[in-house]
């Protein structure tokens, strides 16, 4: 099939609208030419399609043109495109070659003529890039990996019950942007999981990178910012019985460290950095302090450090359950940038000493240097106008943002439903023959509740 047809004619360069307009204002007396001249017809076009309708009044129908036949009319493509953003939103997005298979898959339930591959069960290539072509709207993403605890459980309800807690706070003292925080813990690895991209000759096969070792050694840093764009100094968690004052070298100013033999955060070391915070903070009882934290049990069921926020006249709110993606500000705008550059950095410095091996104490380094080219007053501003927390916004996000979390709720249901009282039909090979397995049935389903369905029986036997 010819991907990039080039018109070689001018042949029927009217719209079928056109058309339809001109034989309509014909019929109510208008003479031929003009109607013709007002839409660029060519007169004995227009003449041949009103000796072929005759009396009728029914809708145009054009012969196709020149030798490529689609394979699907605009309906059924329109099928396909809602079944590729159906299954997006669920969280279970298409590759091309799904895509493909689904096509061969919707041509066969549909006896539809096709010139697929049977062998392969799968379009070609070419009808591919044209169904691209033809519905822009679709492109590829590379996705972010979202556990289904956090897809599910990211819902309008969790997210209101937030918004609902945090306005009820605004209305019974003021809070101005200086003196509302939020904190999140995030690990750094002496081996970066993401490596920057680099030149290389094209065609090799296999591009390496020096990296320390295979597996790295994570520190935790602890990050403090306002919704008025200050940051307070990190905290450095290292996986370590003992502290050493070699790894605090380079680190921010201000900056507190501990060790634990984890590198995670634990009750202890959040205690120390909420003393840290206060000392910063100064919070009063004319100016008291609001402080957004995840719910991580060094925060949720950490009694001392309650205690001290009700005495100091700290509000706490910590977030629901895996809704960090869209209501922790930290995660959302900072932490990102901060662990690009962070690995940015651990590249530049294996290339400027070669053999060098990046160890804990370099960490301090590193991350200083990552948290020098982030940590700007846009970023910190940013990510609290994007969860909606700092100015106020409950109408932030849409239905579309919880799409995935409303399908899987249902299907979940429905899944249920179908384990317990029907039964399971003839289990189908592909993805794609068991999306058509479910969705010409019932368009609710989807490749996940088959899926569902079957994990369900392998873990009730």
């Known amino acids: 099939m010819v991907r990039n047809y080039i018109r070689k004619t001018t042949r029927r360069a009217w719209a079928v609208t056109q058309l339809t307009g001109a034989i309509r204002d014909v019929r109510s007396g208008q003479s031929t030419n003009s109607v013709c001249l007002k839409y660029s017809i060519p007169k004995r076009t227009l003449r041949r399609y009103l000796e072929k309708q005759g009396g009728t009044k029914g809708n145009v129908v054009l012969p196709h043109l020149g030798n490529f036949v689609p394979i699907f009319d605009e309906v059924q493509e329109e099928r396909l495109v809602g079944i590729i953003i159906r299954m997006s939103d669920c969280g279970y997005g298409l590759t091309s070659k799904d895509v493909r298979s689904l096509a061969f898959q919707f041509a066969e339930t549909n006896n539809i003529t096709h010139p697929f591959a049977m062998e392969k069960q799968h379009a070609g290539l070419g009808w591919y890039i044209g169904f691209r072509r033809r519905h822009p709207n679709l492109a590829l993403r590379t996705p972010e990996k979202t556990s289904m605890a956090r897809s599910t459980g990211s819902n309008r309800a969790a997210v209101n019950v937030f918004y609902d807690n945090l306005e009820r706070i605004y209305g019974t003292s003021v809070y101005s942007p200086d003196r509302i925080w939020n904190a999140d813990e995030t690990g750094f690895s002496t081996v970066p999981n993401k490596s920057s991209k680099v030149l290389a000759v094209k065609g090799r096969r296999q591009v390496g990178a020096i990296s320390s070792a295979e597996r790295g050694v994570n520190t935790t840093v602890m990050m403090t910012v306002s919704a008025a764009g200050q ?104 932490m990102g940038p901060l662990k690009t550059k962070y690995g940015q950095a651990v590249d530049r410095l294996l290339r400027r000493e070669p053999g060098r091996v990046v160890t804990v104490y370099d960490v301090a380094t590193l991350v200083n240097e990552a948290f020098e080219a982030t940590a700007t007053m846009k970023n910190a501003v940013a990510e609290f106008r994007a969860t909606g927390i700092y100015p106020f916004d409950t109408g932030l996000f849409s239905d579309a943002d919880f799409a995935a979390a409303t399908n899987l709720n249902a299907i979940n249901r429905t899944a249920d439903k179908n384990v317990q009282t029907e039964a399971i039909g003839p289990t189908p090979s592909t993805a794609a023959e068991v999306s058509f397995y479910l969705t010409v049935e019932n368009p609710i389903c989807s490749i996940i509740s088959i899926k569902i369905i079957l994990l369900r029986m392998v873990y009730s036997c």
């Open 231 to 334: 940051y307070l100094p990190p905290m450095f968690i290292f996986p370590r019985q003992r502290m050493n004052d070699a790894l605090k070298i380079g680190a921010p100013a201000g900056s507190i460290f501990e060790c634990n033999p984890s590198g995670w955060s634990t009750v202890a070391t959040c205690t120390k950095w909420f003393d840290h915070f206060l000392a910063y903070t100064r919070p009063t009882a004319e100016a008291p302090v609001l402080l957004i934290l995840d719910g991580h049990s060094s925060h949720t069921k950490n009694v001392e450090m309650i205690e001290k926020a009700a005495r100091n006249n700290v509000r706490i709110l910590s977030i629901p359950p895996h809704t960090s993606h869209k209501l922790q500000s930290l995660d959302v705008s900072v």
